[in-house]
């Protein structure tokens, strides 16, 4: 009687002790699913672009020029305006398609270079070889009251 | 009886202290077994000119740059003690290499103390991520591209690198959602991460003993 009594209490004590193991595992298991979800945005949304005045003495009569466009009295951002043969214009972004360094122009073989992995990029913004797969991002463009405004993702 | 005597007796520390502060050491160690405490004391200099500069630090879109301003001009001390904690953690990334290349050189990575050199490698891998995540805290340009650029490598895997991305940036673009959730990761998951993982790094040492030099 007396042991039976006795492998009652141990069997519950081994139960018990499953429980909260158990317990404890469920919640360990549980937390990092709760984590990713809370970190996981439910709907993300990308910007959209703000347009800026490009200023009339920052158009290139030739080629290419690099322009810092004001964004705010410290801000400013810099991109490429490109004067095509045909006295059109394209704005390009500086940032790289690959991993979103900043390329630099080199003039003398007229192609843009990243320093991070070596992309080359053709003066309107074409991959010429390295790692990008894109060309650079063209910014739209809008001319209004004979101004011309460029958009940026600010 | 004064008081201190009255308060070690009461708190009882004083065996602890014993275990952890009396311990025999091994002939013959030079002073590259240093880098592990250098290290720690960047760590914890690190850690209280942080509290310091979260009294003053603002981590939003708008104010982050400002406050930043604010702690380098107007706030007594502010300029030392951001000083203290980059410089710190310079220390601190510089002495954990000089560490683990010493504990490499030694041997005193075998067996029985293979998990400690575990637990090493997981310290250094958070507090690369404590850098990381504390260099887009100014918000500055700087710190928005080098943020855009190392989140972008993250999002380079294959197949799962979009929702990586998403994750880690809380938004498609570098944003001032990144900004509040990498200022809680850089103080509050981290640290505490890393502190539990130091103590069971301490914890042991102090059992299984610092390795006899080769």
Redesign the interface.
């Given at each position: 009687m007396s042991i039976n009594k006795q492998l009652e209490k141990i069997n519950r004590r081994v139960f018990l002790k499953k429980v909260i193991k158990s317990f404890f595992l469920v919640i360990s298991l549980i937390l990092p699913f709760i984590w990713?979800t809370i970190?996981?945005?439910k709907n993300?949304?990308?910007?959209d672009f703000k347009f800026f005045e490009i200023p009339k003495d920052k158009y290139p009569k030739e080629g290419l020029k690099k322009v810092d466009i004001k964004i705010d009295e410290k801000k400013y951002f810099k991109i490429f305006l490109v004067n095509r043969n045909d006295n059109s214009l394209i704005a390009l972004s500086p940032?790289c398609t690959?991993?979103?360094?900043?390329v630099n122009f080199n003039r003398y073989n007229n192609e843009f270079i990243c320093p991070?992995h070596g992309g080359r990029y053709d003066i309107e913004g074409r991959v010429i070889t390295g790692p990008p797969k894109e060309n650079l991002q063209r910014l739209p463009v809008k001319i209004e009251n004979d101004k011309i405004y460029v958009g940026l993702?600010i | 009886m004064n008081i201190i005597d009255w308060f070690l007796d009461r708190f009882r520390l004083k065996t602890v202290h014993r275990g952890i502060f009396d311990r025999d050491i091994p002939e013959g160690i030079s002073y590259f077994y240093c880098f592990g405490g250098i290290a720690f004391s960047a760590f914890l200099f690190c850690f209280i000119s942080g509290l310091f500069l979260s009294l003053h630090y603002i981590p939003s879109e708008k104010e982050a740059y400002q406050s930043i301003l604010r702690i380098q001009e107007e706030v007594p001390l502010g300029k030392l003690i951001r000083g203290i904690h980059k410089w710190s953690a310079n220390v601190l990334i510089v002495s954990i290499i000089f560490h683990s290349i010493r504990v490499f050189v030694t041997k005193s990575y075998r067996p029985p103390r293979e998990l400690n050199w575990v637990v090493g490698v997981l310290v250094f891998l958070i507090i690369m991520l404590e850098g990381f995540t504390g260099y887009l805290l100014p918000w500055d340009q700087k710190a928005y591209?080098a943020t855009?650029?190392g989140t972008?490598?993250a999002g380079?895997i294959p197949f799962v690198g979009e929702?990586i991305l998403?994750?880690?940036r809380?938004?498609?673009?570098v944003?001032g959602?990144t900004l509040s959730?990498f200022y809680s990761f850089h103080v509050l998951w981290f640290p505490s991460i890393i502190i539990l993982l130091l103590w069971a790094h301490f914890h042991m040492i102090k059992k299984l003993g610092i390795s006899k030099p080769l």
């Amino acid at each position: 009687m007396s042991i039976n009594k006795q492998l009652e209490k141990i069997n519950r004590r081994v139960f018990l002790k499953k429980v909260i193991k158990s317990f404890f595992l469920v919640i360990s298991l549980i937390l990092p699913f709760i984590w990713l979800t809370i970190l996981k945005p439910k709907n993300p949304k990308r910007r959209d672009f703000k347009f800026f005045e490009i200023p009339k003495d920052k158009y290139p009569k030739e080629g290419l020029k690099k322009v810092d466009i004001k964004i705010d009295e410290k801000k400013y951002f810099k991109i490429f305006l490109v004067n095509r043969n045909d006295n059109s214009l394209i704005a390009l972004s500086p940032v790289c398609t690959h991993l979103g360094c900043f390329v630099n122009f080199n003039r003398y073989n007229n192609e843009f270079i990243c320093p991070c992995h070596g992309g080359r990029y053709d003066i309107e913004g074409r991959v010429i070889t390295g790692p990008p797969k894109e060309n650079l991002q063209r910014l739209p463009v809008k001319i209004e009251n004979d101004k011309i405004y460029v958009g940026l993702i600010i | 009886m004064n008081i201190i005597d009255w308060f070690l007796d009461r708190f009882r520390l004083k065996t602890v202290h014993r275990g952890i502060f009396d311990r025999d050491i091994p002939e013959g160690i030079s002073y590259f077994y240093c880098f592990g405490g250098i290290a720690f004391s960047a760590f914890l200099f690190c850690f209280i000119s942080g509290l310091f500069l979260s009294l003053h630090y603002i981590p939003s879109e708008k104010e982050a740059y400002q406050s930043i301003l604010r702690i380098q001009e107007e706030v007594p001390l502010g300029k030392l003690i951001r000083g203290i904690h980059k410089w710190s953690a310079n220390v601190l990334i510089v002495s954990i290499i000089f560490h683990s290349i010493r504990v490499f050189v030694t041997k005193s990575y075998r067996p029985p103390r293979e998990l400690n050199w575990v637990v090493g490698v997981l310290v250094f891998l958070i507090i690369m991520l404590e850098g990381f995540t504390g260099y887009l805290l100014p918000w500055d340009q700087k710190a928005y591209w080098a943020t855009v650029v190392g989140t972008n490598i993250a999002g380079s895997i294959p197949f799962v690198g979009e929702t990586i991305l998403l994750i880690i940036r809380g938004n498609y673009e570098v944003s001032g959602v990144t900004l509040s959730r990498f200022y809680s990761f850089h103080v509050l998951w981290f640290p505490s991460i890393i502190i539990l993982l130091l103590w069971a790094h301490f914890h042991m040492i102090k059992k299984l003993g610092i390795s006899k030099p080769l």
